[in-house]
Each structure stands twice: as C-alpha cells, then as structure tokens.
C-alpha cells in the first residue's frame, strides 16, 4: 500500500511511498493534525543519494513492528533535504545541540509547535556498536512524552531559543582588510596535507571554496607554497579514485586520507565548483592538465546529468544494486574481457587493478603514479601509452555503460542549477567551447521559463513538469551570478536585464536592513521556529558568500551603487564571522577579496576586424585576473541595448575600425589603448601573461 507519499515529486520522498510507516509530507495537514492530537512529530529529513538514509529505511522504516509504533504514536514526516533547506538548517542546529555531531539521515522528535526535543541522525533498529536501537529511542521518547510532557515542553523551548539565538548573526560589524586574507591562508596551510593533497586527514573533502581563496592570495603577493598547495591537491584528486577516471567527474568526498575510495555519490554542485576551480587553476599555471580535468568534468554533466528541458538533475547514487560503488569498480577479469588480456595487463598496471583488489576483492581506478612514470618503468613513449589509455578507458566506458546504474535523482534545483550555468559559461570563454555556451543559455531560459510562481518571484525545484517551494536566497544568488558570467561569455545583454532583476528581488525579499546581512527565507515565506542566515560554507557556498559576491560583480558592472553598498554592508555585518572561522568562511573570502580590489571594469568597444576582436577576448578571458568585470559592444550588434548598461558605456566613442579598450575603476577611466597590439601591451603592463601558449588546451 502507498501512504501519502506517493503523490510528491522528490525521488527521496518516492523511495518511501512503499512504507508501512504512515509518512507525511512537510505540510498543513501533517501539521495540523500533531496540533489536534497533542501528538509528537517524528521529522526524518534525508536525500536521495544518502547511503545511510537507504540502510535506515530498510532496517527499520520498512519493519512492520517498528512502523506500528511510530504510527500509533507520532506524526511522521519525512522531508528531502534538498527541496526544503530551511528545515533542514534548522533541525541540523538542533540535532549537532543535542548530539553534537550531525549527518544524514537527521532524525528529530518535535512537539507539536515544531519545537525539537530530541534527535540524532542514524540509529540501528537494535542496540549496535555503542549507538542505541532505533526502538529503544522510540520507547524512552513515547514515555517522556506520556509521563514528563511539560518537562519536555520546557527543554524544547530552551533549545529553540538556542538555535534562533544561534541563527541570529552578531550585529558587531568588523573591518574589512587583507588580514582577514591572510589568517585564512596561514590555517589552510597549517593543515594542508602535503603528502597527498587536500586539508586535515580522512575522510577528505575537496574544499573548492579555500583553494580558490589561495589562488587569489597568490595572486596579490606569489609565493610558489601557496600555489603548490592548489595544484598539489587538484592534481592528487584528478588522480584518485574520488575522480570517475572512465566517465569524469567527481564523487562527493573520500573516505581515505589518499583520495582513493570515496563515498560514490555524484553531486551536482560538485562538479561545478570544482570545474571552476580547475579552470581558474589552469588560468593561473597555463597547465593543460587542469583544463582537461575541467573539460571531462563537465562533459560528464552534459551526458549524464542533463535532463530532457534543458536544466540539470541533482545527484547520482552511491548504490547500484544495493551495493555502494559496485557501477564503478574494477576486476582484472572483467578488464581483460573488454580490451583483451595485452592492452589490459597495460591497463591494469597504470590504474592500479590487480587481484588482490584495493577496495575489498574490486579495484576502484586510480593513478598511483604519473603517466609520464609509468610510461618510464613500462618502457613506453608517453605520447603512445597515453593514446593507448584514452582508447581503453573509452572501450571499458562503453561497457561500463551496460551495467546498472545508479540512481539518478533528477529534480532541477535552481541553487545548483545556478552553479553549474556559471561553470559553463566560464568554461565556454576560458576553454573556448562555443557548446557550453549553448548548454548553458538553454539551462537559464529553462530555469527563467519553468521555475516562476504567477508573481514572477523564484521557485526552488522543479520534476516532473511542477515547479514547487519559494526560493532561498542561494537559489537567486547562485543564478544571478550565472547570469552575470552568460553575459560575460556571450555579451547577451538580455542576462545582465535578468540579473538585474534578480538581485533587485532579492534585495527586496531577505536582505536584514536592520544588521546586516541577507537571511534564508524570503520576507512573507512559511513561518518556522527560526529565520537562519546561511554564512558558513558546507559543500556549498554560502548564501550570504554568493549574494555579497554577485551583489560586487553586477554593482561594478552596471554602476549600481545600491549594489555595492549591499555588498558592502553583508561583508562588514560578517567579518567577524569571517575572522573567527576563516576556513569555514571561504565564500565570504572570494567577495571580500573582490571589495578591497583592485576590480577593474573593462570595457572593450570591438573594431572591424572581427580577428583582432577575438585576439583581445581571449587574451581577457584566459588570464587569471579574477574580480575584473568585462563588457564588449561590437559594431554589428543588432541586439536591444540593455539600459543596466548605460553608466559603464557612457561617454565612450562610438565603434573605431579597430578595438578600443577602456581600463576603468570605480567607473573614472584612464585613456583608451586602440588597436589589437596596444591592448595586448597595456593589458600585460598590468601583469595580464600573455596566454597564446595555452591555445587548445
């Protein structure tokens, strides 16, 4: 039998439509119904792609005496993590109060004034290893509730103080200064881990928000450790088995130190983080290597993530036929079968497959060492044993494509989708892939088109043909920041008119006039126990990070001072934040490393030839000059001027036969530089590399 699951859209919430356990979905009528019968609520939040959240489910939601006494004796609700975010900030406070740790799947008892009282997150159905059985936890909460009711009530009004107090940010601004850039890259390099890459010891998280925080600290004052310790761990990572060798792309973290076994699942904000930051990378080195880690990453998205509309699905499973990993991993056997016992042996030796396994009897791929050492110690031209890899990663990734695979979890979440527009469009001008320029406007206008409620405002989700929940303040900064990098990739003026409009509604809808900062949850959205502000980075960047970041780059594109002053305000509402968590804060970092400059507006004016027009884009688009804006008019445009535009192309002369290029802060311009050639010696007095070595990479 179904329960009332069955008619959500989440694939999460779906995974339980089978349950014996009697699940609502977060809304009125669960809500109401705990108020009505005193009762209290079980809240289980989770996502489709958490191992964890599978295993509780089969061990005790789907137990039929388990499933008796949670229907007898709460309001169950189950919730994806991903659809409603703001529960999900506000239960995890409670969860990491009370047990001190969080994780999925969160497991939370409220009264019925949605107040938490006790959580955790996952719990065997019987006592294991020092956690209590699921059971016993449901015995010791149904007696307090009967016996110690108002005791209860009492700890849990206690605890939401707690967490509002919590949610509420100090309203002590701070200064903004290049101290705060230097204590975040004295922590980072203190845990910087310089064996195998990366920060701290396992399990292992990429941190694409800090590396890029030191790219832009190596930029102001280069000093070769701190960018060692960016293209160390970005090139330990392409290495290990945390990168999908066969298909691209990234797995959500390792479970090791060494980035050898991960936990399997596919985020999609992953790989768009860590596209750019392999990109920005590979602006700053000139390595090819990075910008084709950067390229299969994103194809991987494009082929495997893409959805029929245009927008991005959300995850792929860890689990593929109740088995963690199994679509990956590797025997010798199996390798032999598709490219024949020679080119395997080959194979095996440079991607670390053997009998003996290195993830249990299985072999995840990984590179052990480089191309180039084991090309000496086979005895091989490099350029050869890398041919004869590229083909047989693409034989074994055509089998692979037989087996089974993993769940695809394809909502569009506007947040992540916003993400990976931006990796896109920056991909298209850096790498010059006029196809991730396409892939990327088609996402945007389905986005723009698709997730809109009837007064133009945001929606957060969208699956299968409905569109659901207001938007949170990263649905509209990561997409406002997606539409600036389009325009910068495209010089469509349509998407600064939509960024434009965007940032204006989220100024109006979360920004806290009061102290600063932007919360969560738009003004007039659903009331919850708590108004959070998002200001640490998880594996996501933070809210207030992206809008203080979106809010600097479109201010300083359009002249907008109303946008600058918002920036700014954020920034010092945060700082202190910022200064007592640095590495926590890497978002803020990147936007406060932007407001204290140098950010240049560039406006380059196009002449006849379309050649010379180029040579000075891509000379702008490679080099690694991250908080400069960049607006191009050419003189066979056709399309409608946007008047978001007008201040930062006043005054301007009118289209010469050669390109013109404008150099300018804070909107005071110095002389223009004519002509191809002048450009390219203005721009590299001003320390832009010459980036001609890069082409095709």
Known sequence: MLNRLASETSPYLLQHANNPVDWYPWGDEALSRAKAEARPIFLSIGYSACHWCHVM???SFEDAEIARRMNENFVCIKVDREERPDLDHIYMSAVQMISGRGGWPMSVFLTPELEPFFGGTY???????????????????????????????????????????SARLSNQ???????????????????????????????KFPHPMDLRVLLRAWRREPRDGVLH?????????????????????????????????????????????????????????????????????????????????????STEDADSEGMEGKFYVWTPVEVAQVLGQQAAETFCYVYDVSELGNFEDKNILNLPKTLEQSARILQREVSELEVEMAESRGKLLAARGARTR??????????????????????????DEPRYLEVA???????????????????????????RFNAYLDDYACLTGALVSLYEASFDERWVDEAVGLAEAMLSDFEDEAEGGFYFTATGQEALVARTK??????????????????????????????????????????????????????????????????????????????????????????????????????????????????IFASKSEHAAEPVLYVCRNFSCQAPVKGAKAILAALAALGVPDNASRQGA
């Not at 149904?142 to 849990?156: G, H, P």
Request: proline residues 4%; glycine residues 8%; contains cysteine.
């Open 57 to 59: 489910e089969h061990e």
């Open 123 to 165: 719990w065997p159905p019987s006592p294991r290893q020092g956690m209590p059985g699921f059971g016993q936890v449901l015995s010791a909460v149904i007696e307090a509730w009967q016996n110690r009711r108002q005791e209860v009530i009492d700890s849990a009004s206690k605890l939401t103080a707690e967490i509002a107090k």
């Open 173 to 203: 601004s701070g200064e903004l200064s290049l101290e705060l850039m230097h204590a975040a890259v004295a922590m980072l390099e203190r845990s910087f881990d310089h064996q195998h890459g990366g920060f701290g010891g396992a399990p």
């Open 229 to 313: 310790v960016v293209t160390h761990t970005l090139d330990r990572m392409a290495a290990g088995g945390i990168y999908d060798q066969l298909g691209g792309g990234f797995h959500r973290y390792s479970v090791d130190e060494r980035w050898l076994v991960p936990h399997f699942e596919k985020m999609l904000y992953d790989n768009a983080l860590l596209a750019v930051c392999y990109l920005e990378a590979y602006q700053a080195t000139g390595h090819a290597r990075f910008a084709r880690v950067a390229r299969e990453t994103l194809d991987y998205v494009l082929r495997d993530l893409r959805t029929a509309e245009g927008g991005f699905a």
């Open 406 to 431: 993993p769940g695809l979890d394809d909502k569009v979440l506007v947040s992540w989708n916003g993400l990976m527009i931006d990796a896109l469009a920056q991909a298209a001008s850096v790498l």
């Open 441 to 467: 406007m088609a996402a945007a206008q389905f986005i723009l088109g698709s997730l809109r409620a009837a007064d133009g405002r945001l929606l957060h989700s969208w699956r299968s043909g409905r569109a």
């Open 534 to 647: 998002d200001a640490v980075d998880s594996s996501v960047p933070s809210g207030n990070g992206m809008a203080a970041t979106v809010l600097l780059r479109l201010g300083k594109l359009t002249g907008r001072t109303d946008f600058l002053q918002a920036a700014e305000r954020t920034l010092r509402a945060l700082a202190r934040l910022v200064e007592q968590a640095p590495a926590a804060t890497g978002q803020l970092l990147l936007a406060i490393d932007m407001a204290l400059g140098d950010t240049p507006e560039l406006v380059l004016l196009g002449g006849e030839n379309e050649a010379d027009n180029r040579t000075v884009l891509d000379a702008l688009r490679r080099c690694f000059w991250p908080n400069k804006v960049v607006a191009f008019r050419s003189p066979d445009r056709r399309a409608v001027e946007s008047r978001s535009l007008t201040e």
